[in-house]
Nanobody, 124 residues
């Protein structure tokens, strides 16, 4: 089970850190990711951190502003979001899977487990 938290209302240019606490599985053994979704639109890839030693992957729109990480001791995944923009407003979802091939990292279908989502609202 994944429990996402940390969303809220922030002004443009501000920062938030999202957390995703895992129970019943060990995130150090998984590829972990964040996706986001706005009403009426598809869920889109934001960032992923591989189980093995690849560098993280990011959507072009968040490169240089967002950072994905995990704390194995706390069994928790994080998404640090800096320099937020109004277009970052969305419900953010965490996801994990024990096996994700790199070419599929941005695909929702590659992930087995999903958190419930946390809303991020960025005001202009």
């Amino acid at each position: 089970q994944l429990q996402a938290s940390g969303g809220g209302l922030v002004q443009a240019g501000g920062s938030l850190r999202l957390s995703c606490a895992a129970s019943g599985r060990t995130v150090s053994r998984d590829t972990v990711a964040w996706f986001r979704q706005t009403p009426g639109k598809e869920r889109n890839f934001v960032a992923a951190l591989f189980r093995t030693g690849y560098s993280p992957d990011y959507a072009e729109s968040v490169k240089g502003r967002f950072a994905i990480s995990r704390d194995n001791a706390k069994n928790t995944i994080y998404l640090q979001m800096n320099n937020l923009r109004p277009e970052d407003t969305a419900v953010y979802y965490c996801a994990t899977s024990p096996s994700v091939i790199r070419s599929a990292v941005a695909s929702q279908t590659a992930y087995r487990s999903w958190g419930q989502g946390t809303l991020v609202t960025v005001s202009s």
